[in-house]
């Protein structure tokens, strides 16, 4: 059985930062692009960052300076830290796990929650 759980959101002040986490179990962690998206009210679900088990990092143009993606192979997690967060950056932010040998939209977490405000 597949699970991608996220933690790590909340209500953060403007300036500050946050580190998400992405628990994966049940598919071979290494054979997978895992990727973190977000989602706000009224916007398109957006790529945010993305990293491969071989260190491969992906970031969204507008946010890569604040933006640090990592993974933990032993662990199966995916990390994502933001810092000097925004309250543009108010949104959930999914966690997704997409083959790198087979097609498809792959696997997504259930989302948390990342509110910037004062």
């Known amino acids: 059985q597949v699970r991608l759980v996220e933690s790590g959101g909340g209500l953060v002040q403007p300036g500050g930062s946050l580190r998400l986490s992405c628990a994966a179990s049940?598919?071979?962690?290494?054979?997978?692009?895992m990727s973190w998206y977000r989602k706000a009210p009224g916007k398109e679900r957006e790529l945010v960052a993305s990293v491969t088990s071989t260190g491969i990092t992906n970031y969204a143009t507008s946010m890569k300076e604040r933006l640090t993606i990592s993974s933990d192979n032993s662990k199966n997690t995916m990390y994502l830290q933001i810092d000097s967060l925004e309250p543009e950056d108010t949104a959930v932010y999914y966690c997704?796990?997409?083959?790198?040998?087979?097609?498809?939209?792959?696997?997504w977490g259930q989302g948390t929650q990342v509110t910037v405000s004062s």
């Open positions: 049940g598919f071979i962690f290494s054979n997978y692009r």
């Open positions: 997704n796990a997409r083959s790198l040998y087979y097609p498809g939209d792959g696997y």
